[in-house]
């Protein structure tokens, strides 16, 4: 599987953005999808997650501003971000997950997300 993302770029704090990641499976809709970011020198971090079921999790740091949601006609993931912040500002890098027989875990090439005070 590979996963393609967009959207990312500069915005000024306040401002939102929308993260596109589109995956290369006609099976897209039995894999949970999810949004991480990694910060300059910080560990990467779970932002949103959403599994096959359509069931949504977020960061404490999102919550309210925040929304990851999934097309699976077009096999593609999506992280709309309001009310962005600068502590927002890093690499955001979509995941596609599932559990069957084996572990099947895969990364895209990861989108930069700038948010200037």
């Known amino acids: 599987v590979q996963l393609q993302a967009s959207g990312g770029g500069l915005v000024q704090a306040g401002g939102s953005l929308r993260l596109s990641c589109a995956a290369s499976t006609s099976i897209f809709s039995i894999y949970n999808m999810g949004w991480y970011r990694q910060a300059p020198g910080k560990q990467r971090e779970s932002v949103a997650t959403?599994?096959?079921?359509?069931?949504?999790n977020y960061a404490d740091s999102v919550k309210g501003r925040f929304t990851i949601s999934r097309d699976n006609a077009k096999n593609t993931v999506y992280l709309q971000m309001n009310s962005l912040k600068p502590e927002d500002t890093a690499v955001y890098y979509c995941?596609?997950?599932?559990?069957?027989?084996?572990?099947?875990?895969?990364w895209g090439q990861g989108t930069q997300v700038t948010v200037s005070s």
């Open positions: 995941n596609a997950f599932r559990q069957m027989l084996k572990i099947e875990n895969y």
């Open positions: 959403i599994t096959y079921g359509g069931n949504t």
